[in-house]
């Protein structure tokens, strides 16, 4: 480990926290601090958690400084060093308020964790506050952040679609309201396959170590297509018949009320047949939806 001797400067008073006790170092040294954001990164990535251990007392009075000074790689190095499954693990407060401060700070690592802490919630203003998050850390080039954030994506209008389209019959429904949906889950699906274009043209040549990443850049990627296919072969063309159902149902409405208004002006038809011309152009109407749900069907197997 590589230290130097501070000849010139004593350290700043640090006022150490509750969880730190324990831990001393002599006051006349300190650590070259990006020595020590190499020695800790080396400590994140490996699998065994207890190598964690490995930081000595001087080299946490060090990072205990730089986090006192508002350093935010120093915030997520302590967040994560207190809580190494963060956010899973049983994570204290001081754990949770190092890492916010880091993302608050605009450290993507740090962003990426505070997203997750949600992700999972049916709570839809702590889901909306994790896809902030996590696309903070994806702006940053954390092709990492990818995932969760376009599950999340992926999720909202897939409850969507159940809660508004799925079970509602289509004579009802609006176009220009179903349209604008149907849009968005196209555009979205374009928002991922030139995200996963991007990052194959400019993939890296060797792991970006600075964020301490668990995942090779070839998987994180490769996750994204799962989306893809979600998006190609189920929920969008669905958005398709039922637009095309919707059309189909406003063509049968006019039939039925030119059916009705013929009757009335010509007077050549009474109740009971107009009625039966009526069904059958329902019934027609129900055949065609059934041979259109079929295909779509095969379509998506």
């Given amino acids: 480990m590589i230290f130097f001797k501070n000849l010139f400067n004593k350290k ?42 490995g930081l000595t007392p001087e080299g946490l009075d060090r990072m205990l400084q730089e986090a006192d000074k508002g350093n935010i790689e120093a915030l997520y190095f302590l967040g994560t060093y207190l809580c ?24 993507a690592a740090a962003q990426f964790l505070i997203g997750l802490i949600h992700a999972d ?30 599950s999340i994506k992926c999720n909202k209008l897939l409850d969507e679609w159940t809660n508004k389209y799925a ?10 309201e179903v349209e604008e949906f149907s849009t968005r889950v196209y555009s979205l699906f374009i928002e991922i396959k030139d995200l996963i274009e991007q990052y194959t043209d400019n993939k ?8 301490g990443l668990h995942e090779d850049y070839e998987k994180a990627t490769a996750s994204l297509e799962t989306f ?18 919707i059309k189909n149902d406003t063509q049968i409405r006019k039939k039925i ?32 939806d059934e041979d259109r749900e079929d295909k779509i069907t095969k379509k998506t197997l």
């Fill in 84 to 107: 190494p499954d963060f956010p899973d693990g049983d994570c204290s407060n001081e754990s949770k308020q190092y890492v916010r401060k880091s993302a608050e700070g605009g450290y």
């Fill in 12 to 53: 700043e008073s640090v006022e150490k926290p509750e969880w730190s006790k324990g831990f001393s170092s002599d006051p006349d040294y300190y650590y070259n601090w990006e020595q020590l954001k190499l020695e800790f990164l080396s400590f994140q990535t490996t699998s065994n958690k207890d190598t964690l251990k």
């Fill in 167 to 176: 079970e509602t019959d289509s004579s009802i429904a609006d176009y220009q």
């Fill in 257 to 288: 009320n030119e059916a009705i208004d013929l009757a009335l002006l010509t007077h050549d038809e009474n109740v009971i047949d107009t009625a039966k011309r009526v069904l059958d152009i329902i019934k027609h109407k129900d055949k065609n």
């Fill in 204 to 211: 890296p040549t060797e792991d970006v170590a600075e964020f």
């Fill in 228 to 245: 893809i296919e979600f998006i190609e072969g189920d929920l969008y063309p669905r958005t398709l018949v039922y637009l095309n159902n």
């Fill in 121 to 150: 919630s049916k709570v839809k203003k702590e889901l909306n506050e994790s896809e902030i998050w996590i696309q903070k850390s994806l702006d940053q080039g954390y092709i990492y952040a990818a995932f969760p954030l376009y």
